[in-house]
């Protein structure tokens, strides 16, 4: 902290002097004061002196402080009226974010968002250079047909569980996928709330315009080239550059197997691998039962698929071997290499098939122990079909101070108070386990999901219902998404705490606290101010493609510090007229203000950036970094695009 601190004191003194120096030009005492909050946002976001998300709150409160002693500084009226100091609690924006994150909890917890996670592994495999485009790309293009945050929070959990299967960090993956959902809402006139409004504003700019200069409002598709440029942009800058910008250590390939096994290997010192086989036709393995591969060759079926619709887990030692059955197999890996070899097999050296059911987050090694009183005591693991009954597949034992291995003969000897087993299964299995009086479960750290795949039909008719209300009704956005999380409760698919714990309250309380920051620079007229002094300074004959980067540039800051709804409402009349007086496309120079109004990569003030900045664990820093690259990327095509498209 010692090394921080004078940095700290040096950027607080000339912040102090950029203010003072600002509000001598300034016309009012009002535009003054908010200059002065707006550069101490800045800074503590930056430096991150506190907290975010209390840096949001504590200006939240000095904006509300100031508006109630306002006099005692000149102010002729409060900033921010004490009445919407804390409206962006219930804002449409904030109420919205609460309930998608419901929302994709609700679907996550019937299983659903494992499926996705696991389908876009199957086809993406498990590289941070190819998972990154399928992520970002499914979710670019949901996103341009529903608004942008809803987008991310839907992919939350599906992110989850790829980083978990791949361990792959969060944080490499979330900033691509929430910077794409935000580019996504730029392919379609209703992928963002500006693209949205433009038209609105177009035809109220019209009623004061003469015939000859009316503007067309623009077509549903009109803007995706533009778009697409975009996200392509930007999911190009993460797989080139991501290794450079984003925060936390790149993963270059890991399996599932590997995953699964780690903790294995590390605490018993068992040099066990788990892969999965295809049985073709010729093999001798085919009609086969299991329990005539295992013992000879010292392997363990923890899974089998035969046929499109049988799969079993755990599965049964009399169970029959069919051609073109896959199995997962558990075993020393030269044991599993040769088993294949010898027998014909398609070796996989990492899950396809099993990769849902056998991932780190629903199966894994665990340790139970055999207690005095257990009924199984002078029984085997044979004798009791283990496997079959308790959904657990001996591996080890442990037994005074030895460790026996699969191979030596452990499923056929009596077992004995004491006895130390070491099992591949579920977690659901094992928290059942936990129940019965023949075990005592060792193993605590392993996820504790209850998924409820039961309630797949209520969930999937309520996100319907959701996306029903806002694609096709005019019922505002806030309102649909909450018939949708009120319904996954209600239903059942969560039950309300569950709902509570889903709602990321750091992003909830930093864009409920900026809010009526957004609101103090539009109505105390410093927007306006800071508009018209940086057009004033290009004079009126500079070349059109400036004045339109400069207008860009400035939508662009205006939506860090304010909604980019409000940045859009202030900045395309006064578009409108800039074009006009220049000789420009008007419509054009409005379209890049709702097009620019998505640059919102530089700071966490985004909906979707507050979104995933917990989650991956985000420091303003990292945004910083990677979003200053991406944000000047994404000005160079838009520029370089609305001057070939329009």
């Known amino acids: 902290m010692s090394e921080i601190k004078p940095k700290i004191i040096i950027a607080a003194i000339l912040f102090c002097i950029a203010w003072i120096a600002a509000a001598m030009a300034v016309p009012s005492t009002e535009i003054a004061v908010v200059l002065g909050i707006l550069m101490l946002t800045v800074f503590l976001f930056v430096f991150e002196v506190v907290g975010v998300d209390v840096a949001a709150v504590s200006i939240m ?6 508006s109630s002693f ?15 100091l804390f409206r962006g609690f219930s804002s449409n924006a904030v109420i919205s974010i609460i309930a998608v994150m419901i929302i994709g909890a609700g679907l996550d917890k019937t299983g659903l968002m494992g499926k996705v996670a696991g389908a876009i592994l199957k086809y993406a495999g498990r590289t941070e250079t190819r998972i990154i485009p399928a992520i970002s790309g499914t979710v670019g293009f949901i996103s341009s047909f529903m608004q942008n945050v809803g987008a991310a929070a839907l992919f939350l959990p599906v992110v989850g569980r790829i980083s ?25 006139m209703i992928g963002s709330s500006p693209l949205i409004l433009l038209n609105d504003l177009i035809l109220t700019s019209n009623k004061g315009l003469p015939a000859e200069q009316q503007m067309e409002t623009w077509s549903l598709f009109a803007v995706t080239p533009v778009g697409l440029a975009l996200l392509a942009t930007g999911i190009a800058y993460f797989v080139l550059a991501g290794r450079f910008v984003l925060p936390g250590k790149p993963v270059a390939e890991v399996t599932s197997g590997a995953d699964v096994m780690d903790y294995f290997q590390r605490l018993y010192g068992l040099d066990y691998a788990l892969y999965e086989m295809v049985v073709p036709a010729n093999s ?16 363990r079926v923890i899974a089998i698929l035969r046929g499109s619709d049988d799969l079993r887990m755990g599965p049964a030692r009399d169970i029959e071997i069919r051609a073109g059955s896959i199995l997962g197999i558990l075993g020393a890996p030269e044991r599993l290499r040769d088993f294949a070899a010898k027998n014909g097999l398609e070796l996989r050296d990492h899950l396809e098939t099993f990769v849902e059911q ?46 026996l291995r699969l191979g030596d003969g452990i499923r056929d000897m009596p077992l004995q108070a004491g006895d130390a087993l070491v099992v591949h299964t579920s977690w659901d299995a094992l928290t059942h386990l936990k129940k019965n009086k023949n075990f005592v479960v060792i193993t605590t750290e ?85 508009a018209q002094q940086t057009l004033a300074l290009l004079g009126s004959d500079t ?51 709702a097009l620019a109004t998505s640059n919102s990569f530089f700071l966490p003030t985004h909906q979707v950036n507050a979104l995933i900045m917990g989650p991956a664990g985000y420091r303003v820093a990292d945004f910083m970094r990677a979003g200053g690259i991406m944000s000047v990327l ?13």
């Open 284 to 299: 001798p393995v085919a009609s086969m039962i299991i329990n005539d591969i295992e013992g000879p060759n010292r392997l």
């Open 358 to 403: 056998l991932a780190p987050t629903k199966a894994g090694i665990a340790e139970v122990v055999i207690p005095p009183g257990s009924n199984l005591i002078g029984k085997s693991a044979r004798d009791v079909w283990m496997r079959k009954v308790y959904g657990i597949s001996m591996t080890a034992l442990h037994r005074g101070g030895e460790t």
């Open 634 to 646: 994404f000005i160079a095509v838009l520029m370089v695009m609305m001057n070939i498209v329009f």
């Open 543 to 593: 070349q059109i493609w400036v004045i339109q980067l400069a207008i860009a540039l400035l939508a662009t800051f205006f939506t860090l510090v304010m909604s980019n709804v409000g940045a859009t409402v202030l900045l395309v009349p006064l578009a409108v007229n800039i074009a006009i007086g220049v000789g420009a496309n008007p419509a054009v120079f409005a379209l890049t203000v």
């Open 164 to 188: 978990a299967r791949t361990s792959l960090p969060m944080s490499r993956l979330l900033m691509p996928m929430g910077f794409c959902a935000i580019l996504g809402g730029t392919i379609t």
């Open 61 to 66: 409160v000095l904006l509300g402080l100031l």
């Open 70 to 84: 306002g006099g005692v500084i000149g102010l002729g009226q409060p900033l921010v009226p004490t009445s919407e």
């Open 446 to 530: 392993y996820p504790h999901e209850e998924l409820r795949p039961n309630k797949v039909k209520p969930a999937l008719v309520f996100f319907s219902i959701a996306l029903g209300l806002i694609l096709f009704t005019d019922i505002r956005l806030s309102v649909a998404l909450m018939t949708g999380a009120i319904g996954m409760i209600l239903s059942g698919v969560l039950r309300i705490e569950e709902a509570y714990q889903a709602v990321s309250w750091k992003s909830v309380f930093l864009l409920a606290s900026l809010i009526p920051l957004g609101l103090a620079v539009e109505t105390s007229g410093t927007a306006a101010w800071i």
